[in-house]
Nanobody, 128 residues
Framework: QVQLQESGPGLVKPSQTLSLTCIVS????????????MGWFRQAPGKERAFVAA????????YYPDSVKGRFTISRDNAKNTVYLQMNSLKPEDTAVYYC?????????????????WGQGTQVTVSS
């Protein structure tokens, strides 16, 4: 059973920086973390879950929506089974619960339905 644990919840002011970490454990039989694509999504109150970032196994393919491009950076350390989300220049509209997700097929995508495992989420609040 694959499990994901996000960390790094926080309350920050606009323009500040926050980093999120997601550790993956319990790789599926015959599959290792290094073969997964990973994604970050977020869900604000009353809104649908939205794509934030995705990365393939090597980091050679990375995608962001326009809303975070240039401010957020996704990265991964396959030796540590960990994916990171560095968030700079945060805005109040970035306030949401942030989720990391595993996709067993190593193609990074923005489609939430393509991901196989999800973390429980971590709250990020941006407010002055």
């Amino acid at each position: 059973q694959v499990q994901l644990q996000e960390s790094g919840p926080g309350l920050v002011k606009p323009s500040q920086t926050l980093s999120l970490t997601c550790i993956v454990s319990g790789a599926a039989s015959g599959v290792t973390f290094a073969s997964y694509a990973m994604g970050w999504f977020r869900q604000a109150p009353g809104k649908e879950r939205a794509f934030v970032a995705a990365i393939n196994w090597s980091g050679g393919s990375i995608y962001y929506p326009d809303s975070v491009k240039g401010r957020f950076t996704i990265s991964r350390d396959n030796a540590k089974n960990t994916v990171y989300l560095q968030m700079n220049s945060l805005k109040p509209e970035d306030t949401a619960v942030y989720y990391c997700a595993v996709k067993k097929v190593n193609i990074a995508t923005s489609r939430a339905a393509s991901y196989d495992y999800w973390g429980q989420g971590t709250q990020v609040t941006v407010s002055s």
